[in-house]
C-alpha cells in the first residue's frame, strides 16, 4: 500500500482547509483508511477512518461534526478529510494509514502502511 497525502497548510480560526490522500492497494483484501495527527510532544492520535468498502465511518470526539472523511466512489482511490471550523489546537502534522477490515472504535497499531505526513496549522 501506498499513501501520498496533500492539502496541508495554514488557515485562520473558524477556516476550512481540505486533506486528500491517494491510496494504492495492490493486492486483494478489504481495507479502512483514516486520517491521524500528532502534535509535537504527543502522542499520534486517530482523527477519522473510513472503510473502502462499505459505509462505516468513525470520528474522534474532538472532531465530530466539524471534519468530515469521504472517499472518491467508486475507484476508492482518494480519501478526503474536509476539515471545517478549524481551531488552533487542530495544529498538528495529519497522517493518512490504510489498515485491514474496520474497527469502531480504530486501533493505531492496526494501521501498518502510512503517508508521509501533511502540516496543518490554525492561527
Known amino acids: 500500500v501506498q499513501l501520498v497525502e496533500s492539502g496541508g497548510g495554514s488557515a485562520q480560526d473558524g477556516g476550512s482547509l481540505r486533506l486528500s490522500c491517494v491510496v494504492s492497494v495492490h493486492g486483494t483484501g478489504n481495507y479502512c483508511a483514516g486520517w491521524f495527527r500528532q502534535a509535537p510532544g504527543k502522542e499520534r492520535e486517530p482523527v477519522a477512518t473510513i472503510y473502502l468498502h462499505g459505509p462505516m465511518t468513525w470520528y474522534a470526539d474532538s472532531v465530530r461534526g466539524r471534519f468530515t472523511i469521504s472517499r472518491d466512489d467508486p475507484k476508492k482511490k482518494i480519501v478526503y478529510l474536509q476539515m471545517d471550523n478549524l481551531k488552533p489546537e487542530d495544529t498538528s502534522i495529519y497522517y493518512c494509514?490504510?489498515?485491514?477490515?474496520?474497527?469502531?472504535?480504530?486501533?493505531?497499531?492496526?494501521?501498518?502502511?502510512w503517508g508521509q505526513g501533511t502540516q496543518v496549522t490554525v492561527s
Open positions: 494509514a490504510t489498515a485491514r477490515g474496520f474497527r469502531d472504535p480504530p486501533r493505531t497499531r492496526d494501521f501498518r502502511s
